[in-house]
């Protein structure tokens, strides 16, 4: 089946909107993930125009209605996409970033923006080409028992290029937020938030639907040992330091021991074989959602070269990475590159 397309970093790739079908748990958690967003403001930006965002907790995105964008997020490196009508902006850990024209527009923060202006109804920027945003903020509400959140990579865009049973309803879907928008109707920017929560619940699901590894990357419940959910929290934030469990337990204030001890009896297995699944599990979704190699992708999930993800990966897949690779190609391809 043909499918819509995801793009990071500014390359098309097809993805599948629609949740795998697998007659498990996870599939039924995914089915119950749904997104509550909120509109902080909709925007008529006349060329050259620019705003900043700042970094927060808070997930956030943006959706080009119509004309163009730059979006740069900060960061090593800081990751530029080019933006066009349709294309939904994810930033799911709430990362800083600026949104311009062109990229040496200037750019205030967004609030000092806002702060003589109406949000429902905000003009800015020069005389030049057109371009209308809708801005927001959203949280997910999910069965999954962690905050999939985490899951997600810092950045992800969503391109109107759809084809297939979806089309009918991105395009209309689409087509009926770009009028509100232009309208001014009462309550608009509720049901402009209404709107856009398809769009998230979607990208969000098929994101993590891609990945066939997510049972290994939920966490594990801790039975109310803060200790132990302290030690799989930093576990999951970076699998690819060189972690032993002497250093773990003086993360979390116990001695080796007793952290190897309570470790096993509330997951199920010691922590460092609970490093190899998590590791794994990235290096899959790695593997299925960015063009990275796999050498690129053993540095990023601890692995001391690709040879040594290649043989962990053959034992735990059944098959090696390129290989695997291939086979999700073949399925689904969203395309997310970590910041």
């Known amino acids: 089946m043909t499918c819509p397309r995801v793009r990071a970093a500014g390359t098309f790739v097809p993805m599948d909107l629609l949740t795998v079908a697998r007659a498990d748990d996870l599939s039924e958690l995914l089915e119950r993930i749904s997104v509550r967003s909120v509109v902080y ?3 008529d930006l006349g060329a050259p125009w620019g705003f ?47 949104v311009q024209d062109r990229g040496d527009s200037p750019a205030p923060p967004l609030a000092d923006i806002l702060a003589d202006r109406s949000p429902e109804r905000l003009t800015y920027g020069g005389d030049g080409p057109r371009t209308s945003l809708l801005c927001g903020g959203f949280m997910l509400a999910s069965g999954l028992p962690d905050d999939p959140l985490g899951l997600l990579p810092p950045l992800l865009v969503f391109g109107p290029a759809a084809a297939g049973s979806a089309r009918r309803w991105v395009e209309p879907v689409f087509a ?7 309208a001014d109707a009462p309550g608009a920017m509720a049901v402009l938030a209404k709107m856009a929560d398809v ?35 930093l576990l999951r934030a970076q699998p690819g330091a060189l972690w032993t469990v002497a250093d773990l337990a003086r993360k979390v204030g116990l001695s080796r021991t007793a952290l190897a001890v309570r470790f096993r009896d509330t997951v199920g297995e010691p922590p460092m074989s609970y490093l190899s699944r998590v590791r794994l599990g990235q290096a899959a979704g790695y593997l299925s ?42 399925a689904r391809g969203v395309r997310a590159t970590p910041l």
């Open 199 to 233: 769009f998230l619940t979607e990208i969000v699901r098929g994101y993590l639907s891609g990945l066939d590894a997510l049972a290994a990357a939920v966490p594990p419940a801790t039975g109310g040992d803060p200790s132990v959910g302290a030690a799989i929290a």
């Open 176 to 182: 009926l937020l770009r009028d509100e928008a232009a």
């Open 41 to 43: 403001c909709r925007s």
């Open 289 to 330: 959602t960015t063009d990275k190699t796999v050498g690129q992708i053993a540095r990023l999930v601890g692995y001391e070269s690709e040879a040594s993800l290649s043989k962990a990966f053959r034992r735990a897949f059944g098959l090696p990475p390129g290989e695997y690779r291939r086979q999700q190609g073949a």
């Open 52 to 98: 900043r965002v700042d970094g927060s907790a808070a997930a956030k995105f943006h959706l080009v209605l119509s004309g163009q964008a730059m979006l740069t997020v900060d960061g090593p490196g800081q990751t530029a996409v080019e933006l066009t009508a349709g294309d939904l902006v994810l930033l799911a850990h709430g990362s800083g970033h600026l």
